[in-house]
């Protein structure tokens, strides 16, 4: 069983497209868990209303926790998911409708490969749309100039992979547990977790409908050269070194378990924080601690 996870917050205007588009799947072994966080508008009736109609499949949770924020949503949804496989949706967008079977298909095999006990992240491109799903990009990737396998010292300083397009296996999810508290962003945690002790598998087809509406295109578009170029060096040092202290979170709670290589490798940029100026770049410069091009590139020496 394959436990989809869909965290919610005013979201309306578009739940009810994103529910049937996972009813419309070719892969039927799954159940949807919602959480609302909290929503002032129709969000909970519309999720009510569909899981009413669709007992067994579709579990609308309810608890006193109050806002969570989308992090601390998705870590309580975790908490209550026991599917062997878990995929993590947002109520903005559209799968298409084989999203759940080629998705699964690549995780299977990838772990007759491996074996099952190997952690194992699935992932998948996405076709960038707005509001009405008229076609921004065919690939959010190549839109974005990610790589789809990155390799840790990218993978530490930006995020190529988004958690809309993501499965992952029992194992990965055991090693990861739940999203640490202080660590920025709830879809970075486990391909993180997956590049260290596990294999991160891409199949280069788009199988969701990425949307981009009023109230996300403001941030969707900073990642545009211009919008980079725009910032000020404060809001590059903060972003920056939120990187590094997500490294230095991860070392916290894996340090132990890590094998020579990655443990120096996280003791070393855990230190850059509290480190002089010319550690700082040293450290930078010597472990490739860079983002896409080379203005970006230029932003972190800059800001570390």
Known sequence: MIDILMPTYNGARYVRQQIESLLAQTCTKWRLIIRDDGSSDDTVC???????????????????????GVTGNYGELLRRSEGEYVMFCDQDDVWLSTKIEKTLNIM??????????????????????????????????????????????????????????????????QIGGIIPEGFRSWDWWYPLVAVVFGRIVYLDEP???FCRHAQTATSFKKHGVLNYAAKSLSDHRRRVHMSFQQCEIFYEKFGPCLDAEHRKFFASVSSIRTANWITRKRLVL??????????????VLLAA
């Open 46 to 68: 519309i999720c009510q209303e569909r899981a009413a109609a669709h007992p067994g499949k579709i579990r609308l949770l309810s608890d006193a926790r109050g806002r969570l």
């Open 108 to 173: 299977h095999r990838t772990e007759r490969e491996y074996g099952d006990s190997m952690p194992i992240l699935a992932h998948t491109d996405s076709r960038v749309v707005d509001e009405n799903l008229r076609m921004i990009a065919p690939s959010l990737l190549r839109f974005l100039h990610r790589a789809p396998n990155p390799s840790l010292n990218r993978l530490c300083m930006e995020l190529p992979i988004y958690g809309h397009s993501v499965m992952i296996n029992r194992s990965l999810r």
């Open 207 to 209: 199988l969701t409908l």
């Open 286 to 299: 010597h472990h490739r601690l860079f983002k896409t091009g080379p203005l970006k590139t230029l932003g």
